[in-house]
């Protein structure tokens, strides 16, 4: 499995930005999805997650109302919509697959840079 993400950029504070992670494989559909970010200095947190078939989905508490993670199984791609950016989303974000058998995420994409200026 391997996860391509896409979609980062640098942004003024209350722009938007959508990210993009693309997965090679039969059997996206069967993997939750979860992206997770790295500030500078920090260690990575988790921000999102969505469910095999997208009907659950759950955020961490500082992006809940501003950030929407989607998924296209068709396509084999999961989003990240980000609306509302503050300076404090400037991070490293990266999307993740794991079985869902399991609780740790097992694949990881290479990450894209998000800068929010202020």
């Known amino acids: 499995v391997q996860l391509q993400a896409s979609g980062g950029g640098l942004v003024q504070a209350g722009g938007s930005l959508r990210l993009s992670c693309e997965v090679s494989?039969?059997?996206?559909?069967?993997?939750?999805m979860g992206w997770f970010r790295q500030l500078p200095g920090k260690e990575r947190e988790f921000v999102a997650e969505?469910?095999?078939?997208?009907?659950?989905?759950y955020y961490t508490d500082s992006v809940k109302g501003r950030f929407t993670i989607a998924r296209d199984n068709a396509k084999n791609t999961v989003y990240l919509q980000m609306d509302r950016l503050k300076p404090e989303d400037t991070a490293v974000y990266y999307c993740?697959?794991?079985?869902?058998?399991?609780?740790?995420?097992?694949?990881w994409g290479q990450g894209t840079l998000v800068t929010v200026s202020s």
């Open positions: 494989g039969r059997t996206f559909s069967s993997y939750p």
């Open positions: 993740a697959a794991r079985p869902s058998t399991t609780t740790g995420y097992r694949y």
């Open positions: 969505i469910s095999e078939s997208g009907d659950s989905t």
